[in-house]
């Protein structure tokens, strides 16, 4: 850690570092513990040219969840860039494996944050899905928008780097009329936008955070498509969760068409390994 950056981090926390050790939890960005006599801080930095966007729109995500009162975010200490080194300071959170419990009240919370509506779906601010630009234009309809701002985008990359052909990708108009049987009645909720079981925590207190958020208004299954994608969390916190967000006969071809968009975002992000996954569900729905 370069001993400048060091001392700008210790002016902008007003604490003496007294170690910044790197500890694993990110496969985009650096992650480091900063500590303190008095406490201990959560760091990230990167030197991609659009990693201070990434990270401005983490602290942004971050700070909407948490001020939903209904489930806790890491307290944003700063988000600037030094030297070309753009870098995100969090608050640290100790953490614990997750108990039975644990899963129950992250189900309930996560249950309570899908209460949060807006008018439209979508953001006032782009954001990022891994290292991919993710759009977050706003449209009235969650067919529109679950198109035009995710699969087409996504569709459209996995084209240009000639990993899927114009044959296998459906245009916009049989995706519409695909997704017309399944979307009805859907509104916009504040979703995590990437909740896999490395993008939750729970502090040694028993309380669920949500970390690296990709947020925006959708529809709440999307969150729960992503949580089933690569597993990692148990049935207390599936059946907490649908206590209060019922199921109905099209979850589960939803949950597909949403994993669909995930899928394609590993595509692009690490290769053919993702292919017959993302092949499967194009041509079980479009």
């Not at 900063?34 to 801080?41: D, F, L, P, Q, W």
């Not at 870098?87 to 309570?112: C, T, V």
């Not at 899928?263 to 569900?281: P, Q, R």
Request: charged share 15%.
């Amino acid at each position: 850690m370069d001993s400048k950056f060091k001392e700008w981090l210790s002016h902008i926390i007003n604490q003496q570092i007294l170690s910044i050790k790197p500890i694993s939890g990110g496969d985009i960005s650096h992650t480091y513990k900063v500590e303190t006599s008095a406490n201990a801080h959560f760091l990230k930095v990167n030197m991609a040219t659009n990693a201070a966007h990434m990270f401005q729109s983490e602290a942004y995500a971050l700070n909407l969840i948490s001020s939903t009162n209904t489930i806790k975010t890491p307290k944003v200490l700063a988000c600037d860039t030094f030297n070309g080194t753009s870098f995100l300071l969090l608050e640290y959170i100790e953490n614990k494996s997750a108990s039975p419990k644990d899963f129950e009240n992250l189900g309930l919370q996560l249950a309570a944050l899908h209460k949060h509506t807006a008018a439209n779906f979508g953001l006032e601010q782009d954001n990022a899905i891994g290292s991919l630009h993710q759009s977050n234009t706003r449209h009235q309809s969650w067919i529109h928008f679950y198109t035009c701002e995710r699969l087409l985008p996504q569709l459209k990359l996995a084209k240009q780097h000639h990993l899927l052909s114009e044959s296998e990708c459906p245009s916009q108009e049989t995706i519409q009329a695909s997704l017309q049987l399944l979307f009805s009645e859907i509104k916009p909720v504040l979703l995590h936008g990437d909740l896999w079981s490395g993008n939750y925590i729970i502090a040694t207190d028993g309380s669920p955070y949500l970390i690296d958020p990709a947020a925006y208004y959708g529809h709440n299954e999307v969150d729960i498509a992503m949580s089933k994608l690569f597993g990692g969390f148990a049935p207390t916190f599936y059946d907490t969760y649908f206590q209060v967000h019922k199921l109905d006969a099209n979850t589960q071809s939803r949950i597909d068409i949403y994993q669909l968009y995930y899928l394609l975002v590993h595509l692009n992000l690490f290769g053919t390994s993702y292919y017959h996954s993302v092949i499967k569900i194009l041509k079980k729905y479009f």
